[in-house]
């Protein structure tokens, strides 16, 4: 220590104090001369204690002018806080650092110096870049999708969107973002049961809704969702991905058209028209045949084509030589109706094809047996679609009749009811229920109404389990309107039961945290109304409850900030999320308490509903430090400048002294912890340990550093760096001196760190489409599973290889991977994707490159729609086409000749 130092009024406790402070610590004069420095300090310029002192302060830093502003700035106003330099050592090393200083008085109130310290921000900065590069990533994710993609929390508001969302919706981020997900649909309703869905199941596939433009625009959409966690698991919201499903519509619409186009040609004829397979067998017939025969066309299909005829063999004859020669024209035969009536006909037929080129009938006269084969798709289509509807369901579904006779059965309801479906069908619906009685009747109330909504029941399965079930059933009807029998499912609400049995018990327990609680509490609604009181707060105030409930906050406990912009029911009003300060509030009979108030928003519906405050007694507190201050103000200056929480602990581990940061962190008043055992105020895994510092020290080490938990006794765990030195007087040991700095924002960030890139994950993994990110060298940087499971390959097979190398044409996929990053996008690139097993497909790829922090550009995103089945349906389309104009052409051509001759006869 200097000659300057030694005349300085700092004991001996206060030079330890300084010595072992982790943080860089300096003394300086008004000139800005250094005065005396700390090991921290020594170690970070890489210079000594006697090289520092007596040189300017302002020459360790890369900005000496602003380092040197700092240090004047501290004795203008009296001290200066978080003021960040940039430290440079003497091997040119930089650490960001931000400077607290404060000046110090000899005995006569003299300014002399000034006392700085320096908190090593380094890794706080570096946390904060990062972070800002995984929101980038996370942005570029969103944006890559063509597909609109929307975030969104358990209440269904949008939490974010993609561009493709915004033109979708003709809306801006801004007013999508904190809206209801369900409002961009036709059928709200409908949307926000799908978005509840999601978090019921854990995701929704295909869910098909109409989303609606500002300008009125419908799109058909099938939305993809899954819920996404955070890191402790818990569920905090749902990805949600559009795909646009209007051309598949369009195309369903114009094939059934073109069937409805095919009946009609085969009834328009007014001659019968009839087909029959290779064994002269009738496929089917027009009305014209069906009056010619005097049958019905379910009494000619089936039966054979000679039968209807005088001369059955020649008939026959005539048949088989349709499939032997391609053809017969002109072709005479008798036919003979039921009645006896015979009619002379020109028969002129021709073989039909399927579409492998196989032979597999023949028409006759007119023929076309697309309605038919229509039908019958159409019906098999339907009775698809039936069982597809039925079985989708997650919740037990049940058809019955009139009489509550089971008709048809789901998968789930079998599961549900541990019995087969033969077992299901033709049994009583009531029988599977705790109460059929109940069950009865409320099939019967179906039939009665037309409808029945949340109707509880008890279901029982074959091995006694019983679900907590609400029905909604309703009727459904014939051609002629007439009720047949009536559609239920069963939405199983245990969950649900149990958690309105959870939420009252909580509401009770809530209530009496409220009631014992050692703080003041009430509750305001919006419009400054006290609505509910502790009986702390009646204490405080000294008043009834029924004299506080309903009166104005501010004429029960008024203070300085009633009435002003700092009033914390008018701050939260404007969507602050929490309000903490100290404050003198007065009683009605005029009595001052000094108190800490702490106060939280309240919410219903998503609107503002009041505030609930919590008021401390600090009165104790703020006598004792105002004794404090009297008695300690020369201590008061170096121990509490420290931005670490520190304390003085004797040789039996009581507590004689602490700092202002350390009363914080613990969160009790200085008169709970003086006297106190240090691990029954601040304990953690080292204490009562051989690696307890007061021991180590005791033992004879100088000093003490390790990381550590430290548990507040309200049980709160606070990460630290702990750094402890010994104390000896007269050269015996009489205790410690602990720094205790919090790295709880570290923790945070590193926390936020992993968050961002499970979110990342989420995002990746959320699409239906692979996604690939890739450098600008076109090599892979990371996969989602459809890339996986297109390719065949792990993502550890594909990260690291080249872009181009999965697809047939490997030139143009580097070529496309290239242009993206020329000119920043590449829209519907087609390329075709191999897997490993050979397999190909046709994919349109979307891509667009995204940057770091800087603007620099790092990768880019590539997205791949799979349009195999839009071009098979393409191709489909042309060959129906096709085939229709072949077979138009051909019964035009057999009208053309039977016209023919009848001009002739």
Known sequence: ?????????????????????????????????????????????????????????????????????????????????????????????????????????????????????????????????????????????????????????????????????IRATGRTRKELIGTPFADYFTDPERAYKGAMLVFETGEVRDYELVMKDRDGTETSVSYNASIYRDQTGEVVGAFAAARDITEHKRAKQEIENLQQYNRGLIEVSLDPLVTFDQEGI???????????????????????????????????????????????????????????????????????????????????????????????????????????????????????????????????????????????????????????????????????????????LV??????????????????????????????????????????????????????????????????????????????????????????????????????????????????????????????????????????????????????????????????????????????????????????????????FNVIRVNKAFIRMVDLNEDELIGKKCYDVFSGEICHSKDCPLEKLRRGERFVERESVKKRSDGKEIPVIVNAARLDRDGKFVGIVEDFKDITERKEAEKEIRELQRYNRGLIEVNLDPLVTFDQEGIIMDVNEATIQATGRTREELIGTPFADYFTDPEMAYKGAMLTFEIGEVRDYELVMKAVDGTETVVAYNASVYRDQTGEVVGAFAAARDITERKAAEQELRETVGRLEEYTNRINNLVVTMLGEITVK
């Open 1 to 165: 220590m200097n000659k300057t130092t030694k005349e300085l009024p700092i004991r001996y406790v206060e030079r330890e104090l300084q010595l072992i402070s982790i943080d860089p610590l300096v003394m300086f004069d008004q000139e800005g001369t250094i005065l005396d420095v700390n090991d921290a300090m020594s170690r970070v310029a890489g210079r000594s204690i006697d090289e520092l002192i007596g040189t300017p302060f302002a020459d360790y830093f890369t900005d000496p002018e602003r380092a040197y502003k700092g240090a004047m700035l501290t004795f203008e106003t009296g001290e200066v806080r978080d003021y960040e330099l940039v430290m440079k050592a003497r091997d040119g090393t930089e650490t960001s650092v931000s400077y607290n200083a404060s000046v110090y008085k000899d005995q006569k109130g003299n300014v002399v110096g000034a006392f700085a310290a320096a908190r090593d921000i380094t890794e706080h900065k570096a946390a904060e870049h990062e972070i800002k590069n995984l929101q980038q990533y996370n942005r570029g994710l969103i944006e890559t999708s063509l597909d609109p993609l929307v975030t969104f929390d358990q209440e269904g508001i949008i939490l974010d969107v993609n561009g493709a969302t």
């Open 282 to 456: 009738i496929l089917d017939v027009n009305e014209a045949t069906v009056q010619a025969t005097g049958r019905t066309r379910k009494e000619l299909i089936g039966t054979p084509f000679a039968d209807y005829f005088t001369d059955p063999e020649r008939a026959y004859k005539g048949a088989m030589l349709v499939f032997e020669t391609g053809e017969v024209r002109d072709y005479e035969l008798v036919m003979k109706a039921r009645d006896g009536t015979e009619t002379s006909v020109s028969y002129n037929a021709s073989i039909y094809r399927d579409q492998t080129g196989e032979v597999v009938g023949a028409f006759a006269a007119a023929r076309d047996i697309t309605e038919r084969k229509a039908a019958e798709q159409e019906i098999e289509n339907l009775q698809r679609y039936n069982r597809g509807l039925i079985e989708t369901s997650l919740d037990p579904l049940v058809t019955f009749d009139q009489k509550g006779i089971i008709m048809d059965v789901n998968e789930a309801k079998i599961r549900a009811t541990g019995r087969t479906r033969e077992e299901l069908i033709g049994s009583l619906f009531a029988d599977h229920f705790t109460d059929p009685e109940r069950a009865y009747k409320g099939v019967m109330l179906v039939f009665e109404t037309g409808a029945v909504r949340d109707y509880e």
């Open 459 to 652: 279901m029982k399965a074959r091995d006694g389990t019983e679900t907590l079930v609400a029905y909604n059933a309703s009727v459904y009807k014939d051609e002629t309107g007439q009720v047949i029998g009536a559609f239920g499912v069963a939405r199983d609400i245990t969950e649900r039961k149990n958690a309105e049995i959870a939420l009252r018990e909580s509401k009770t327990e809530l209530d009496l945290i409220f009631q014992i609680a050692a703080d003041a509490m009430c509750v305001i609604d919006a419009d400054f109304n006290v609505s509910n009181v502790n009986k702390t707060f009646i204490q405080m105030v000294d008043m009834d409850e029924d004299e506080i409930i309903g009166e104005k906050c501010y004429d029960i406990f008024s203070g300085e900030l009633c009435h002003s912009k700092d009033c914390p029911l008018e701050k939260l009003k404007r969507e602050e999320g929490f309000v903490e300060r100290e404050s003198v509030k007065k009683r009605p009979d005029g009595r001052e308490i000094p108190v800490i108030l702490n106060a939280a928003r309240l919410d219903r519906g998503g609107k503002f509903a009041g505030i609930v405050e919590d008021f401390k007694d600090i009165t104790e507190r703020k006598q004792a430090e105002i004794a404090l201050r009297e008695s300690k103000a020369e201590l008061e200056l170096i121990f509490q400048i420290a931005a670490d929480a520190m304390c003085v602990i004797d040789a039996d």
